[in-house]
Structures are given as C-alpha cells and as structure tokens.
C-alpha cells in the first residue's frame, strides 16, 4: 500500500497492521461461520460454562484481615512486625500492658455521656449504671470446643487482675458517692489497691488546682468530665485465645446494643468492629447493583428500540447485558473455586464488568447493522465479526492488561481485586462472542423469517396488512418486517449521536473551541493534580449509618490528643552495662524527643529505670561488672518492676541480654499525611544512630500506605501506559496515531487525578485500584475512535474523521451513558469503596468519552495519518468486465478450454459472489485483456491476471485490489 509522507508509519512499506487485521480478521471470519452454522452450540455451551463455574460463588470465602489487606507485602513495618514477635513474647495472660502489643489488640468498649452532650459524666447515678452494665458485660458467655468461657477467664492478666481500663476500679461499688465527693486527682486517680489513668479513661476533662492542707502543694484534680470511656481487654496469646476473643467482641457488641441507660447515652464497640464495619458496608449496597442491572438492561432496549415488531434489536440488547452478567457468574466463581478469597471491594468489579460487556455488545451490533441487508446471514455473521472484533479485542485486551498490571500490586486487597474483575473480563470477552453472538445469528434469522419479537410467529408487512385493510391495532402491533437498510431500524439514541458529532467536529469554529476547552482542562488537570493527598479517613470507610461512627466521632474529639507509642528496638546484643552504651540510648530517646511530632513528657525506658535503681542502692559503685548488672536486673529490679519484665530479652544461660525495647510517645496526629512523617522522621532518627536498633508501632503497618501508595500508583499507571502503548502498536501501527491515543490517555489520567482533588478524594488503597483500571477504560474509548479512523475510506482527513465517527461515535455515546446511569446509583453509597468508585468512574467514563468524541477526533482530522488501513476482505468478488471489453482472442498462456470456462463463469449471477457470497460493488477493468511479457500472465490496465493451475479458473478480481495502485497481481 502507498504511504503518504505526512503520516509516517510504524512498518514501512508492508503495514504490519495490514497483516494482522488480514490475519485476525480471516480467523473471526471462520469463526463467526462457525457460530453462524452453530448458534445454539456456542450459546448453551457458553450457559453451561458460566453456569457450572458459579457453583464457585456458594463456597466463596472473604478475608477480612485488615492488616493484610490494606498494607503492602514486604513493607517494613510488617518485617519489623515479625522480629518483635519473635524476639518478645505478648504474655497478655499475666502480664500484659496495651503499650507492647504488636497489633489492635481484642477488647470491648463503651463510651459514656449524658443525653445533653456537654454536661457531667461523673454523676452517682451514671456510675451505679456503668457498675450494672460491667455485670451485665462479665456474664457474657461464649461456647468453644466443649467448654464455655465467662470474661474472667478469657480476660488479659496484670498483676493477677483482669485488664479493665476504667474508672469503676477506683471506685467503691456499693458507695460511689464516697468517690465524687472527694477530690479526684488527675491524672492517676487511686483506690485501694488500683489506679486509674484518666487521662485515658475521661474525656473533655475540667481541671482545677487543689491544696489538700495547708503547706502541702496544690495537685490538679477533676471536677467534671463530658465522656467516660471504658475497656475490657482480652488474652490473645494464642490462636485459640484469638478465636475466643473474636467471638466475645461480636457477643459484647450484640448484647450491649440492647442496653437502656436511663442517664446517659452509650455508645459501644470493639476492637474489630472497625473490619466488621468496612467489610459490611459493601454488603448493604448490593440492591444498588440489582437497581444498576435493571437501569443497564432498560437502556440497552431504549437504545435498541428501533424499527418495527420483527426488526428491533430489544431483546438481542437484554442478551448482551445477560451476557454480561454471566460473565460475572462464571469468573468470580472460577476464581473462588481455585480458592483465592474475595474482598470487600471485589463488590464493585460487577458494575465495571457490566459496562465492559454493554460496550462490547454495541460494537458488535453497530458492525452487524453496517453489513448488506439482505445478503447471506452466514456472510452478514461473518462480516461482523471481521470489522467489530479487532475493536472489542483492543478494548478486552486493554482492559486485562490493566488489571493484569494491578495483580501485581504489593497490596493484597489491590491484587485480589484485579485478579477477580479481570478473569471476569476475559469471561465478558469469551461470553459477547459466543452467547451473545450465537443470539445475534438467532436474531438474523429471525428477521430474516419475518417472525414477531413477542409473538415468535411469522407477520406480515404494514405494507401488506395496509393493503388488505386489516385493522388500525392489528396493523400497529402484529405487522413487521426485515429493514431495508441498516439505519432503518435505527432508535433516535443511535441516530442522534451519528448525525450530531460528525457535523459537529468538522465545524471550523466548533474545532476551534473544542482546542481551546481542553487547553483550559490541561491547565486546571496540573494544577489540581499537584494538590491531591494522600491517606484516607477512617470515618469515610464505615457506613454512614453504622453504629461505629458515634465511636469515631468521639474517639477524634475526646481522645485525639495522644498518638502512638513507638517502640525503639535494640535486636542485637549490647553492653547495656557501659556507661558509653547508656549514653547513646538517651542521646537517641533526645532526639526523638524533640521531633516535632514526638511528646517530650513521655519516655518508658527500663535502662533509665534501673540505672536509677541501682544508684539507690546502698553501697553500690557505678559502673557495675556485666555480671552484676544481668545478675540484679534479672532477680532483683525486673520482678518487682513488671512494666518491664516483657521489654528485656536474655539468653539461654541469662548471661546477655540479646534483645530489648524503650518507649515513646507521639502527639496526636490530625491526618494521614502527619502520620505518615511522624513515621518516616521517626525511623530516620532511629536508623542514623549507631545502635542496632529500628523504630516500630502496630499503626505504622497502616501507616505504611500513606507513605506507599502515591509511588505505587505512579508505578502502576506509567507500567499500565506502556502497556497500553504497545496493544495500540499491534492494532494500530501508526506513530501519530498511538502518539495522539497516548497523549489522550495521559490527559485523562491527569485530570482524575486534579478531579480527585477538586471532589475530596485522596489516594488510598482504594482509588488507587480505580486509577489504574481507568487506563484500560480511557484507552477503550480512545482505541475504538482511532482504529475506525485508520480504517475509513476518505480523501481527506476531515472525510476520515467523519467517516470514523458515524462508524463508532453511536456506541461509544451509548455506552459511556450506560456506563454513567448505572454508575449514578452509587452516589448515596453506604460505603465508601462504593461511593469513591463512583465518583472516579464517573470522571474516567465522561473524561474518556469526552476525549474519545470530541479532542481526538479534532486531533485526527487537523493533523492524523491520511493513509488508510484496507482490511481483507471475507471473499473475493467476481470479476465481471463490461460488454465492451475486447478479448484479441485466446490469449497465450490461457487454455481455449479455460478461456471458454472463464467467459461461462463471468456471466453467472450477475455480479454476485459465487457460492452464495454478498453482492459487491464491482470495479470494470476498462480496456482490453492484453499479453504480457510472461507467458502465465495476462494484464488489463496495468493489473496483471495470472492463472494458477490448482484453481479452478473463475475470475477473481478483490474490489479492493482494483482500488489500491500499489497491488499489481491476483490469482485464478
């Protein structure tokens, strides 16, 4: 084929896309004669398939682990994680401080304030209550295995007492009077034996100053307090431990919502209650989907509403979005019968499938509509194939590779989320190709039969019945007939589009605005994607109506003030008795001690503690030998100092210490993005000394996300960019043209991100997963709009451009506002997966329509490739030459007898494909057949004419051979 020196290409002479769509196109051609032939075969085996791999979905599991699924693999607060596990041991059922656990630990809690928010918690009457709810909260039972635990026999251990962190230890039950009326000093309040940090347990606390006697120093006691916070902790060293404690929390929880405070308002929850509410809240929006199903199947036979009772498309549309919907059915349950967990946000991968599979099913009816009315259903089937598979293959094939390059991601809920949509996706692919294209033959045929769409009974014409007078309703609702054409059939939702955006584009003026709005878009996308954050609020991820915000609410407006305590972690050996090493571990507390985000009133340091010790020793020198101090620290301080006992580890023979751990404080951290430098200035500080030693909090697992995800991200969608780059290369070997879809993909990634922003979406785990499917969805768009154009006939690019949109503009149009309707119902999501995956799709489907309808197509027809890709067609057309054509008798070469043979063969049918083939436009070669130089040859105008001696000899000429210049032979 000739190629134009404006629009270079990516192959030279020969177009590789020549050579796939001749390829990929021949082998579609066989197979849509396949399903043609065969229609009920690839339906039901389609059914059964998606059918039988669903029985998947009755075992499917969900993992709920919070900690795996929302932080990356192989981070290194999971690795930190790990060493402390193995190098400390909990004893949560001895000796156990909330300050050394590793993760959210297991407890039940409630928090307590009056029915007017603001007034005094610390009434009698809200005490005695709170006295009767710890009753009610101490009988609860749970059977596991054989045996049946109370709380005091599941509860973690301090001092040979159950953990309880509440003011109810301090207090005499039976004249709690006696407690208000007394001061309560603050922040450790005493009584008996106990103590109580209130600091931790009253909330919106009122201090003031009291002198217990004269000359005595004033000490700070509470006079009022607005929230009372009480918590039950449990055991969980081991792993039955952990299933006992996880059975209390949901039996606290479910009992204590029944509960009637006649004083106060309680609010209740659990440790875990966070997960349950995060994993439940998609759970509630599963009517949304059933709504989106309805609203995607009522469109799709809006759309296809066209033409009379036989020729509308209504119920060949309802089957597209069936097959849609099984494609849901058969991939979710394969993956779930090779037994990969599902996660919550796995409920939002129906919707996409759902659009995926509405997109693919208007290309392929758009494509069976351009074919010949009329002409075989074989050859119609096997045309449609040929045109619209290479579209939705680019479009599946972008799609996969997305998900494909998000499976990848080092967070699990990220991967497993991919894995399931885009093994759906293949199914979507595999399912518009059989079930819907087998109900597509079905549909040829009957229309063909001129059978009713309802009635499923053969009808007479308007036409007709006109003629035989039959009746108004008659004639309305029981007449039909095959279109003439392939736009008669068409619904004004088809219409529109093809007549709207073609006259629109090629508009000087109209181009002319469209460059100037997408400069202005390009300009508001870089600003906005410089201002997007990071992290995400734990408020926006529970249900708006889940019992958990109340807890949320207050938690953030109570208890706020104190962050994390980070553990410093010496996990080698060290000569702890050397005044040199001493110094060094309180140089390294200093320093995180005065960060910025760092409290500098707290500090839990055995060494400190006990070199205290042992300088109150009577008769002690300092330093002391090694022997000595391992000796006294192990028999003598660590005893009766249990707040350490669990942060010192010795050897086998208790002659070194192989391990230890000091504490810190952080302030309280206002957002995702504090957190996440509070954590890396931290472990800085810590890694720059020249101990042996790393910073760690259970938090900074969670934390490891906000620090994570913007790199990710970025990762992902530049690898998803590139992928995308080369599936255009194959399909669409054209520089301009993968340089202006390229282009088109990076604007619309850009301008979600700036959109985010401007919609208060940050970057989580959650967008992060839409922002790389949406490089799959913006290049879908894209791809569709450029291969129409490298394939349309036209002299000039405004004539391709038009030609391109009139091919594909009506289904990109329909199916982005599919897309959008069902999206739509998301919008009052419960949970905010659902809702952020609304509110990004929405942007990645208008922004890709938008760019796939209106700049690339402005793009195309102002600077695109003017060269055309020519798709081989499904079978050769006869040549038949006009009467005038002069035959200088037998040619050389020619056999008399085949000469005869050809002459006999020309005449038949009329210009018709033999064997039942479409009828063609045919193209006249004018002249006189004349020898060539060759003794097998024989050329006409210039194109030569060889006779194969295997073939039967009827004259082939391809209308497209006769058009191109640069083809010069063909075979007989």
């Not at 020196?5 to 192959?11: D, F, L, V, Y």
């Not at 037994?339 to 995926?356: D, E, K, M, R, T």
């Not at 194939?385 to 290479?390: E, G, P």
């Not at 009746?471 to 004004?492: I, L």
């Amino acid at each position: 084929m000739g190629n134009n020196s404006g629009s270079p290409t990516c192959t030279g002479r020969v177009a590789w896309c020549e050579v796939t769509e001749k390829y990929i196109g021949q082998t579609f051609v066989m197979y849509g004669r396949f399903v043609a032939r065969n229609p009920w075969t690839v339906i039901l085996l389609s059914f059964t398939v998606s059918a039988l791999l669903g029985v998947g979905l009755l075992g499917i599991e969900e993992e709920t682990d919070k900690e795996y699924l929302y932080t990356p693999q192989g981070s290194l607060a999971l690795e930190h994680k790990s060493t402390v596990i193995n190098l400390f041991d909990a004893k949560s059922d001895k000796n156990f401080y909330l300050h050394q656990l590793t993760n959210m630990g297991y407890y039940g809690q409630v928090l307590v304030q009056t029915r007017e928010p603001g007034q005094n918690v610390l009434t009698e009457g809200i005490i005695r209550e709170m006295f009767d709810l710890d009753r009610i909260i101490k009988n609860i039972s749970i059977p596991y295995g054989r045996e049946t635990y109370t709380y005091e026999e599941i509860c973690a251990v301090q001092g040979g007492k159950c953990v309880e962190w509440n003011i109810l230890n301090v207090i005499d039950k039976n004249f709690p009077e006696l407690f208000l009326r007394n001061p309560i000093t603050y922040p450790i309040a005493v009584g008996g034996d106990n103590y109580a940090d209130l600091s931790f347990i009253l909330g919106g606390a009122n201090l003031t100053e009291f002198v217990p006697a004269p000359g005595h120093d004033p000490i700070t006691v509470v006079e009022t307090a607005e929230v009372l916070r009480l918590q039950w902790h449990l055991r969980q060293d081991s792993a039955a431990d952990r299933d006992i404690a996880t059975l209390w929390e949901t039996e606290f929880v479910k009992e204590l919502s029944k509960l009637h405070c006649s004083e106060c308002t309680v609010v209740i929850s659990s440790a875990h209650s966070i997960i349950d509410e995060m994993n439940g809240g998609p759970l509630k929006d599963v009517l949304n989907f059933s709504i989106t199903f309805v609203i995607m199947c009522s469109f799709a036979a809006m759309v296809s509403c066209g033409g009379n009772w036989v020729s509308t498309r209504v119920l060949l549309a309802l089957m597209g979005v069936i097959a849609a919907f099984l494609s849901i059915i058969g991939g979710f349950g394969l993956v779930a019968l090779l037994g990969l967990p599902s996660v919550s946000i796995v409920g939002v991968a129906p919707f996409l499938i759902l659009g995926i599979g509405v997109d693919d099913m208007f290309i392929i009816m758009s494509g069976f509509k351009a074919t010949k009315q009329g002409s075989a259903i074989e050859d119609r089937i096997a045309e449609t194939f040929r045109t619209s598979a290479v579209s939705i293959t680019i479009s599946s094939l972008a799609n996969l590779l997305a998900f494909i390059i998000g499976a990848t991601s080092r967070f699990p809920s990220v991967s497993t989320f991919c894995i399931y949509t885009g093994v759906a996706v293949i199914f979507c692919y595999l399912n518009q190709i059989t079930f819907f294209g087998g109900c597509l033959v079905l549909h040829a045929r009957r229309v063909e039969e001129s059978v009713h769409c309802c009635a499923c009974k053969p009808v007479a014409s308007r036409q007709q019945m006109e003629k035989e007078q039959q009746p108004v309703c008659k004639r309305f609702w029981c007449s039909g007939s095959p279109p003439d054409t392939g736009e008669a059939d068409d619904s004004v939702c088809e219409r529109g589009p093809r007549w709207l955006l073609p006259s629109m584009i090629v508009n000087i003026p109209a181009k002319v605005i469209i460059i100037i709005a997408f400069s202005a878009f390009v300009g508001v996308s870089i600003f906005g994607a410089t201002k997007i954050e990071e992290g995400m609020d734990l408020e926006l991820m529970i249900a708006n109506d889940s019992y958990y915000q109340d807890t949320l609410k207050l938690n953030k407006k109570f208890f706020s003030d104190k962050g994390p305590v980070i553990a410093v972690v010496f996990n080698e050996a060290l000569p702890y008795w050397e005044p040199g090493v001493q110094s060094r571990v309180n140089v390294l507390l200093t320093k995180l001690k005065n960060n910025e985000f760092i409290d500098d009133d707290f500090e839990i340091s055995w060494l400190n503690a006990y070199s205290s010790y042992l300088r109150s020793i009577a008769n002690t020198t300092l330093p002391i030998s090694r022997e000595q101090f391992i000796n006294v620290l192990k028999n003598n301080f660590l005893p009766v100092n249990p707040l350490f006992l669990n942060d010192v580890v010795f050897n086998s023979d208790n002659t070194e210490i192989i391990a230890s751990r000091v504490y810190v404080q952080s302030h309280g951290l206002n957002n995702t993005v504090d957190e996440g430098k509070m954590m890396t200035q931290t472990r800085e500080i810590v890694d720059n000394s020249d101990l042996p030693a790393f910073a760690f909090s259970f938090l900074f697992i969670y934390y490891e996300q906000y620090i994570s995800v913007f790199s990710n991200t970025l990762i992902t969608v530049g690898i998803a960019i590139c992928a995308m780059f080369f599936v255009c290369l194959f399909f669409i070997p054209n520089c301009l043209s993968i340089i202006y879809v390229t282009l088109s993909m990076i604007m619309i990634i850009v301008g979600l991100f700036a959109f985010m922003h401007f919609w208060n979406l940050t970057l989580n785990f959650a967008t992060m997963i839409q922002i790389v499917l949406s490089v799959g969805f913006c290049v879908d768009f894209c791809a569709h709009v450029c291969h129409a154009y490298m394939i349309s006939e036209g002299e000039t690019r405004d004539e391709k451009t038009r030609g391109a949109l009139q091919k594909v503009g009506g289904p990109i149009f329909n199916s982005a506002l599919s897309s959008v309707l069902g999206i739509v119902m998301l919008v009052n999501a419960q949970s905010y997966v659902f809702k952020s995956f609304c509110r990004t799709m929405l942007l990645v489907i208008i922004l890709g329509a938008a760019h796939a309808l209106l700049f690339l197509p402005v793009i195309l027809s102002l600077g695109g490739p003017v060269n055309t890709i020519h798709m081989a067609p499904q079978q050769p057309v006869l040549y038949q030459p006009p009467d005038s054509m002069n035959y200088n008798g037998s040619a050389p070469g020619i056999d008399p007898k085949d000469q005869a043979t050809v002459d006999e063969k020309i005449n038949v049918k009329e210009n018709k494909i033999s064997q039942g083939a479409e009828d063609l436009p045919l193209n006249h070669c004018n002249g006189t057949i004349k020898h060539s130089s060759t003794t097998d040859e024989n050329t006409c105008n210039g194109f030569t004419i060889q006779i194969a001696d295997e073939i039967e000899p009827i004259l082939y000429i391809s209308e497209q051979l006769l058009m191109s210049p640069d083809v010069r032979t063909t075979t007989i």
